[in-house]
């Protein structure tokens, strides 16, 4: 696998945020990065099954979607990789891969799983991003450690990634207290700062006050990165096993053609072009 993939890292990490872009352009696409589990109940949620069939049976499709469906898409995301395994189609592969790790991390991110999901019912808007982003772009590249070993095979997909949504479920209340106690001894100005982002000085949370944040959840959020850096390998691998193990050295040195990149690139404007998201705020 190594063959096929370390040659296409850059395109698998540009293209990783596709389903975000997309999310400007098809109305379907909004429910696929999240599910409001907490509209179920209490944990861990014995109201909600985990079988597809049966949830949309129990409670409607449309309102399976509107509370979202992440786990499930998920598992159809496996089952397309595992098709282009079977194919050994090089662009559905790529295209494949990238994506199914993009709803991967969002079902490691605690706010997925919470309809309180960017703090708009608390008076705490904005902590999406502080948590999957600032966070991040502060401390990761010279603190956070992302290496895990190797991936392994999952046998039980559907299983291991609804332990994974759990988790998040159970973090989101502790990302948002911790918040909020945090912002009992920060006055604004020191909660906030005016930094510079990718050549613009905009206001965000001060260095200080992330920081003291990531003291505050104890490394859950490099945790959960590396959770989800393992996964991602993981169903990467148990979709390749389970297309049968294919060869894929003859794919190493493939390419995408001036179509394929015309598909892209089409993709990108709409996303420049677009004015409102169809989903959720985050």
């Known amino acids: ?44 949620f014995p109201l909600l099954p985990r079988k597809w069939n049966d949830a949309i049976a129990k409670f409607s499709k449309d309102s399976i979607l509107e509370h979202g469906i992440v786990p499930w898409h998920i598992q159809v995301m496996l089952h397309r990789l595992t098709d282009a395994f079977i194919k050994k189609d090089f662009v559905s592969i790529m295209k494949n891969s990238a994506e199914i790790g993009h709803y991967i991390s969002d079902a490691h991110v605690p706010l997925h799983t919470s309809s309180n999901h960017n703090g708009q019912l608390t008076n705490q808007r904005g902590i999406h991003g502080f948590w999957e982003s600032r966070v991040p772009e502060l401390l990761a590249e010279k603190k956070f450690d992302f290496f895990i070993g190797k991936a392994d095979y999952i046998s039980d997909p559907a299983g291991f990634i609804w332990k994974r949504i ?37 206001k965000q949370y001060s260095s200080s006050f992330t920081l003291a944040f990531n003291k505050k959840l104890n490394g859950m959020i490099e945790r959960r990165m590396r959770q989800s850096v393992y996964a991602i390998a993981s169903f990467w691998y148990t ?44």
């Open 239 to 282: 979709a390749w096993i389970n297309a049968g193990q294919p060869n894929l050295q003859s794919l190493s040195k493939k390419t995408f053609n001036s179509e394929e990149i015309a598909a892209i690139d089409s993709l990108n404007e709409k996303w420049k072009k677009g004015s409102v998201i169809l989903g959720r705020e985050e």
């Open 166 to 202: 759990l988790e998040s479920a159970k973090a989101s209340d502790s990302v948002l207290l911790f918040e909020r106690d945090l912002t009992k001894i920060f006055p604004d100005d020191k909660k906030y700062a005016f930094e510079e982002r990718n050549g613009k000085v905009v």
């Open 1 to 44: 696998m190594m063959a096929l993939y370390k040659p296409n890292i850059s395109f698998l990490e540009i293209h990783a945020t596709d389903p975000d872009k997309r999310r400007y352009a098809v109305k379907e696409e909004g429910p696929r990065h999240y599910i409001d589990i907490d509209h179920y109940g209490m944990y861990p």
